[in-house]
């Protein structure tokens, strides 16, 4: 399949670090790395700036999704997303990074600046997570019927703290159970119209040249219907329609589900993105797949009933498929760094 210009971004060379460049071009380029980020509806709904050594994370209110997100909670988890790429990158380059929260009080829509230091040469580790960066996909598809390696699914398990909380589910009951909630949730959420008229707007043909949302591909559906999808999603509750092959997906092609929780606040919200993304990008290295589900943690019945039976303190915020994927997707559109970057901060 012959990729357009919407699909570039992906392309990153991570050898092509301007080692010999000024400081402002070497941080210009660690910032091809967060906007390969996830987000709601691939959405998209950051840009950034540089000023001097520091880099910030901005909200880009015309791309957040106002209605399926109210709250701003996936927003903010793709902005945790964005930070944590950028991280393992400044990491990989050799950069020291001190991370500053909100730094603008006039300014809210300044989610995060990192101040960037260089201290030591590029690692060259063959090993390293920002090579998991590129490849990294939200794979919807059938998993295998194989679990993960006990030392990988032990090492996320270690990741969780008393802050945020991670439950893998493998075990068939619970996953019954919890594949039920999650089924119950799309339809319940997809079942409100001015929902369905936002994601409208997101689903895209096989042949888009748009630069955000999900082509019909990235969806399993062939290139004729999805040049039909977004008319059929504004008028129609698939969801509905779809649940009993939705269920089976989650029941009998979903070896483990990943469940993050933490504080409901913004930055609950950060945090637990930026854990979603370490635990995506260590599962793309050992050659796995994840698919993020966000209606069962949105909408508030569900996801406390969830909460209540994994016996989380917190919300939880994040839930996602985890296995090894029968086939690999091809990417989703992106901006490329040029559209999303701040002109006049020097």
């Given at each position: ?20 460049g000024s400081l402002k071009e070497q941080i210009l380029f660690l910032l091809n790395f967060p906007i390969l980020a996830p987000s709601g509806h691939n959405s998209q709904p950051w ?186 999603i504004k008028k129609v509750n698939l969801s509905e329609k779809t649940r009993k092959q939705d269920e089976e997906v989650l029941k009998k092609f979903t070896p483990v589900f990943v ?68 086939k690999k997707p091809h990417h989703s559109p992106r901006f490329n760094l040029e559209e999303v970057l701040n002109i006049g901060n020097e």
């Amino acid at each position: 399949m012959k990729k357009s210009k919407n699909y570039h971004p992906w392309n990153i060379d991570i050898a092509s670090f301007p080692e010999g460049g000024s400081l402002k071009e070497q941080i210009l380029f660690l910032l091809n790395f967060p906007i390969l980020a996830p987000s709601g509806h691939n959405s998209q709904p950051w840009s950034f700036s540089v000023e001097g050594n520091m880099a910030s994370i901005h909200v880009n209110e015309e791309r957040s999704l106002s209605y399926s997100d109210p709250k701003r909670r996936q927003l903010l988890i793709a902005m945790g997303c964005a930070l944590e790429n950028l991280l393992v990158a400044a990491d990989y380059y050799g950069f020291d990074s001190d991370v500053r929260y909100f730094p603008n009080a006039s300014d809210h829509n300044v989610v995060v600046s990192v101040v960037l230091r260089r201290a030591r040469p590029t690692q060259g580790d063959l090993k390293h997570l920002i090579f998991s960066i590129p490849e990294r996909r939200t794979n919807r598809g059938k998993y295998e019927d194989r679990l993960p390696p006990e030392d990988f699914l032990k090492g996320i398990e270690k990741l969780s703290s008393a802050s945020l909380g991670v439950a893998l589910i493998g075990d068939k009951n619970r996953k019954d159970k919890i594949a039920e909630i999650v089924s119950s949730a799309q339809v319940e959420v997809m079942e409100d119209i001015l929902f369905r008229e936002e994601l409208s707007h997101y689903i895209k043909s096989n042949f888009t040249k748009s630069k955000t949302g999900m082509p019909g591909f990235a969806l399993g559906v062939p290139a004729p219907i999805s040049l039909i999808a977004s008319r059929l999603i504004k008028k129609v509750n698939l969801s509905e329609k779809t649940r009993k092959q939705d269920e089976e997906v989650l029941k009998k092609f979903t070896p483990v589900f990943v469940v993050i929780s933490a504080a409901d606040d913004k930055m609950g919200h950060i945090q637990s993105g930026r854990l979603f993304e370490k635990i995506w990008l260590m599962a793309e290295r050992r050659g796995m797949s994840m698919s993020p589900l966000a209606a069962a943690v949105q909408a508030n019945n569900h996801a406390k009933t969830l909460q209540e039976m994994l016996g989380f303190k917190h919300r939880p915020l994040i839930f996602s498929r985890l296995g090894y994927a029968e086939k690999k997707p091809h990417h989703s559109p992106r901006f490329n760094l040029e559209e999303v970057l701040n002109i006049g901060n020097e």
